[in-house]
């Protein structure tokens, strides 16, 4: 009865975000890196990204009326109701370094 809880819990945890899993297992296998490294490598790189575009990028409306007119365009063009904002990601080709395996 134990090992099922605890095959239970393993495949609860495991399946709530599989795919952020299988990429990090993914990069660490490819690079040959450990999978905390990996972990730090892309938090270090998200949190660059995000202090080098956020100024520029990420302006926050000032007042309620500006996160209304965001929110209205939003539910106007892309049919996005009780939506203030929205953001898109890209996929990007990541080569291993010459002497990694």
């Given at each position: 009865?134990k090992?099922e809880?605890?095959e239970?819990?393993?495949?609860?945890?495991?399946?709530?975000?599989?795919?952020?899993?299988?990429?990090?297992?993914s990069?660490?296998?490819?690079?040959?890196?450990?999978?905390?490294?990996?972990?730090?490598?892309?938090?270090?790189?998200?949190?660059?990204?995000?202090?080098?575009?956020?100024?520029?990028?990420d302006?926050?409306?000032?007042?309620?009326?500006?996160w209304?007119?965001?929110?209205?365009d939003?539910?106007?063009?892309?049919?996005?109701s009780?939506?203030?904002?929205a953001?898109?990601?890209?996929?990007?080709?990541?080569?291993a370094p010459s002497?990694?395996?």
């Amino acid at each position: 009865m134990k090992e099922e809880k605890k095959e239970n819990r393993s495949v609860k945890e495991s399946s709530s975000k599989p795919f952020i899993r299988l990429y990090k297992a993914s990069l660490s296998i490819n690079f040959r890196l450990g999978h905390s490294s990996v972990c730090n490598i892309i938090k270090e790189t998200c949190c660059a990204i995000w202090q080098a575009l956020q100024p520029e990028y990420d302006k926050s409306p000032d007042s309620p009326q500006d996160w209304m007119k965001n929110s209205d365009d939003l539910e106007k063009i892309w049919n996005f109701s009780n939506c203030i904002g929205a953001i898109d990601g890209k996929h990007i080709v990541i080569q291993a370094p010459s002497n990694a395996g």
